[in-house]
């Protein structure tokens, strides 16, 4: 669907831990749905993993995917990527990364740079009186192909 998934995801021992400290249960449900994801070559959309749940002959409504990977997204099992096109959803990495995303074709690119530094968040936390506890960063643009073919579709 929207790209290959890093080889870098966390290990599954780690994200039930996680869980666990979150004070989380591992519901039949959370840990099907982290078995699709971690099986996955590609990142998932909500339809897509409750077809696959489906495919294992398991009874989940589709609303329990969705209300299963927004608890898993906030407390930071999983990732949600907002596409033109709807949310794909990845398991966290070890390394905290953030997402290029390509307008036209959806091609995600992950990049290590971490341009909300440790200073900025600080000092947004000091001006608001918010208590930050993390953030996202998804950056819209044209990939090379992308360009390439808007650059030749006008010549």
């Known amino acids: 669907m929207a790209g290959g998934v890093e080889e870098n995801i966390m290990p599954e021992t780690k994200l039930l831990a996680h869980l666990k400290a979150k004070g989380y249960k591992l519901t039949q449900q959370r840990q099907q749905i982290m078995d699709v994801l971690l099986q996955g070559k590609t990142r998932l959309t909500a339809q897509e993993i409750f077809r696959q749940l489906k495919e294992r002959n398991l009874s989940v409504s589709l609303d329990t995917v969705y209300r299963n990977l927004r608890l898993l ?34 091609k995600i690119v992950c990049i290590s740079s971490c341009p909300a530094m440790q200073a900025y968040l600080k000092d947004a936390d000091d001006a608001t009186g918010f208590d930050i506890l993390g953030h996202n960063l998804e950056l819209y643009g044209r990939c090379d192909d992308c360009r390439n073919k808007k650059t030749n579709s006008h010549a």
């Open 73 to 106: 997204t906030a407390i930071g099992i999983v990732q949600q990527i907002s596409l033109q096109s709807g949310a794909v959803y990845e398991l966290v990495q070890e390394e905290h990364h953030h997402h290029l995303v390509c307008v036209d074709c959806e």
